[in-house]
């Protein structure tokens, strides 16, 4: 850990760039899987197709998918956000569909004949019943974009891969150690955080 030391300036760099990309990779992924989710809770047809495309995304390797990226966007922080992106979309529609779908009908049908439109329906009613399952989804999302990050210093966008990669080329232990500990500890942090909030969220909805 002396390189932590010796050059915390950094080492600061590197976990401020990977918080950077998994935060704005997590923000349009949430952007694209909601509307998508909520469609799929609602029809089986695209819940089926949606979930297809995406799960075979998923199954690629996640140094496949940056290779092939980079012949069309090029090396950088933007290929490697499509990239995370994309990963994040299985997770994150296939949580909500879920937690929409577990929505009882009772409860919707109550909401709409207290006179509240389909759209208060949604948001006082449907979402606060569905979030913490979604919350779930973001927690295992979240975790995994932390993980899959750290291949980003592949392709020049920075993050602590850029010690776990620099550590292998110039078989330098404690760039490797540091780089795995604190990849490990910065997943460990978000997931205990946003389980504690899942946890809060079932209280609230009366799902505990």
Do not use: C
Not at 1 to 23: C, F, I, K
């Amino acid at each position: 850990m002396s390189y932590l030391v010796t050059h915390p300036g950094d080492v600061a760099l590197r976990l401020a760039q990977h918080v950077e990309l998994t935060l704005s990779a997590l923000a349009i992924a949430l952007l694209i899987a909601t509307p998508l989710g909520v469609l799929a809770a609602r029809n089986g047809r695209v819940k089926q197709l949606v979930l297809a495309v995406f799960g075979t995304i998923y199954t690629l390797p996640s140094l496949a998918v940056l290779a092939l990226l980079v012949p069309i966007l090029g090396l950088g922080f933007g290929t490697a956000l499509v990239a995370l992106v994309a990963y994040a979309q299985m997770m994150l529609v296939r949580s909500i569909a879920v937690a929409f779908e577990g929505v009882p009908q009772p409860l919707r049908d109550a909401a709409l004949g207290l006179g509240m439109t389909p759209l208060q329906a949604f948001w006082r009613v449907e979402l606060p019943q569905a979030f913490p399952i979604v919350l779930g989804g973001i927690r295992i999302a979240t975790v995994s974009l932390i993980a899959i990050a750290n291949l980003a210093a592949w392709i020049g966008a920075g993050g602590l891969g850029v010690l776990l990669f620099a550590g292998i080329e110039r078989q330098d232990n404690q760039k490797i150690v540091l780089g795995a500990v604190l990849s490990a500890l910065l997943a460990l942090g978000v997931n205990f955080a946003l389980e504690a909030l899942e946890r809060s969220a079932r209280r609230r909805a009366g799902l505990a």
